[in-house]
């Protein structure tokens, strides 16, 4: 059971450089989301679809882009990394509805230097 | 704006207490809150969802209860164990499937 995979697992950038976590999930899932895990801050949502060829904003979308071509695929996108992106990124994914739980993958730690 | 607070922040029992987590939220028009439960360099583990119109919800040593209209939740551990340390968030979901998260409760049981 792979269940929400992320690759790479840690991750290291040069300011300005740019780079794309992958997101993947064999589950079938509609809905797919990215959060960032700051100290002190918790989860923060950056962008999530409700399906393929839908993508809106969180909380903190900018400097970040994605996309959604296929249900099992949501990448996030850093266009040019900045140390302020440093974190723990976490892909998520949930069935349609509100009656099922969203299942976590197991993150990418990224450092800027 | 959601607003989700978790207390206390940290916590350090010895083995065979019973905890109580709290979980405060501003809004109160959830679809549902989902517990969750995070091992020090690890990914979110989903440990109980709790639809609004529960009351509470139920997993072997785990019960979690829901107040909605006081936009509270409780989670209760039993019997704790040393393997129960971890890093317990909760998340209540409105609009959208977007959850919101609180900074967590850092759990430590010690034999």
């Known amino acids: 059971n792979a269940g929400v995979t992320q690759t790479p697992k840690f991750q290291v950038l040069k300011t300005g450089q740019s780079m794309t976590l992958q997101c993947a999930q064999d589950m079938n899932h509609e809905y797919m989301s990215w959060y960032r895990q700051d100290p002190g801050m918790g989860l923060r949502l950056i962008h999530y679809?409700?399906?393929?060829?839908?993508?809106d904003q969180g909380e903190v979308p900018n400097g970040y882009n994605v996309s959604r071509s296929t249900t099992e695929d949501f990448p996030l996108r850093l266009l040019s990394a900045a140390p302020s992106q440093t974190s723990v990124y976490f892909c998520?994914?949930?069935?349609?509805?509100?009656?099922?739980?969203?299942?976590f993958g197991d993150g990418t730690r990224l450092s800027i230097l | 704006k959601q607003e989700v607070t978790q207390i206390p922040a940290a916590l350090s029992v010895p083995e065979g207490e019973n905890l109580v987590l709290n979980c405060s939220f501003t809004?109160?028009?959830?679809?549902?809150l989902q517990w969750f439960r995070q091992d020090p360099g690890k990914g979110l583990t989903s440990l109980l969802l709790?639809?609004?119109?529960?009351r509470e919800q139920t997993s072997g040593r785990l019960n979690a209860s829901l107040d909605k209209s006081s936009g509270r939740s409780t989670l209760y551990i039993a019997a704790s164990q040393p393997g129960d340390s971890a890093t317990y968030l909760c998340a209540p979901l409105k609009d959208t499937d977007k959850l919101i998260f609180g900074t967590g409760t850092r759990l430590q049981v010690f034999p």
């Open positions: 709790i639809q609004s119109s529960q």
């Open positions: 679809s409700v399906g393929a060829g839908i993508t």
């Open positions: 809004d109160s028009a959830i679809y549902n």
């Open positions: 998520a994914s949930g069935p349609a509805g509100r009656d099922q739980p969203q299942h």
